[in-house]
């Protein structure tokens, strides 16, 4: 980011992957990671908290703390949620007659053999495990109503995307033309000329809360936390929001209508809901061997 580098004088070193990746990168290298920090979904970023794997930070210290919503901030400081995404609907304007309005449009026979689903590994295999059975009224803690139909989609599913940019391919060659995934990431696939818009189910979209954290141990503690404070700040918001589609945490941010137009209109965000990550959490790794079990074999 350069106004921390100017700021600085220290260069940022980006590595991309995904909430997985890294989590597994902090495990790998723990208590002397080769990271100083990380993008974590929440969920995730939780469990490296219950690990013992993360700094505990003084938020309240940042220059721009005044100006975030506070509820974004960890309690003991381990991370901070520092925008607002969620799992939508991803499709094809031109193959797709209309937006699709539900969960329900991806189980439509007219589409077998041209959806892509991710795997539970990532958020919107889980999210969409959760949206499902949500909307078939099941059982939370054995999501028996969501693995029921998933089994029956399955036959008609292209692949289980393990990375999210894995879609941009898809959509591209044309072997999908309807997936779940995250209106940060199809905005930056539609600037790139790739024919993909994104839709807000009316069951609600499932919200997302991705957080920046330091490893437990890093070489870098005071360089990450003022990287964040660039984060917090009106112009990094602005800056993410216009470059990654991102919904910011403070009020304060002027954003253009290209962007207003992917982001969750007014009544797309009172319908976003998120799921009990605590819960989430602990339930993941049984529901992760079931999903083994029926859905990826």
Same mark, same amino acid.
């Given at each position: ?216 141990? =890093?070489? $870098?503690?005071?360089? /990450?936390?003022?990287? %964040? *404070? +660039?984060?917090? &700040?009106?112009?990094? !918001?602005?800056?993410? =929001?216009? $470059?990654?589609?991102? /919904?910011?945490?403070? %009020? *304060? +941010?002027?954003? &253009?209508?290209?962007? !207003? ?37």
């Amino acid at each position: 980011m350069a106004p921390f580098e100017e700021e600085t004088g220290a260069e940022v070193i980006m590595t991309l992957g995904s909430s997985v990746d890294n989590a597994a990168k902090i495990r790998a290298t723990a208590g002397n990671p080769e990271i100083d920090l990380a993008y974590m979904d929440i969920e995730i970023a939780k469990q490296m908290e219950a690990e013992g794997l993360l700094e505990s930070l003084d938020f309240e210290s940042l220059e721009n703390y005044d100006g975030v919503d506070p509820n974004v901030f960890n309690e003991d400081g381990h991370f901070a949620n520092f925008m607002t995404s969620a799992t939508v609907i991803a499709y094809n304007p031109d193959e797709v007659d209309s937006p699709p309005t539900s969960w329900s449009d991806l189980f439509d026979p007219k589409y077998e053999g041209k959806i892509a689903l991710g795997d539970i590994t990532g958020t919107s295999g889980l999210h969409f495990l959760l949206a499902v059975n949500r909307m078939k009224d099941g059982d939370f803690e054995s999501q028996d109503a969501g693995f029921e139909a998933i089994e029956d989609l399955m036959p008609h599913v292209v692949t289980l995307y393990t990375q999210a940019d894995q879609l941009v391919e898809l959509f591209q060659r044309g072997e999908i033309v309807m997936a779940p995934w995250y209106p940060d990431r199809a905005g930056s696939a539609a600037d790139k000329g790739v024919n993909v818009a994104v839709s807000y189910p009316e069951e609600g979209a499932v919200g997302i809360r991705p957080t920046v954290s330091v490893p437990e141990g =890093a070489a $870098n503690k005071d360089l /990450a936390l003022q990287y %964040m *404070d +660039v984060l917090f &700040s009106k112009e990094g !918001q602005e800056c993410f =929001a216009e $470059n990654m589609y991102a /919904a910011p945490v403070r %009020m *304060d +941010v002027d954003l &253009s209508e290209k962007v !207003q137009a992917v982001l969750p209109s007014s009544e797309d965000y009172e319908k976003l809901w998120y799921p009990d990550t605590d819960v989430t959490s602990e339930l993941r790794p049984e529901w992760t061997q079931r999903w083994q079990r029926e859905i990826a074999n």
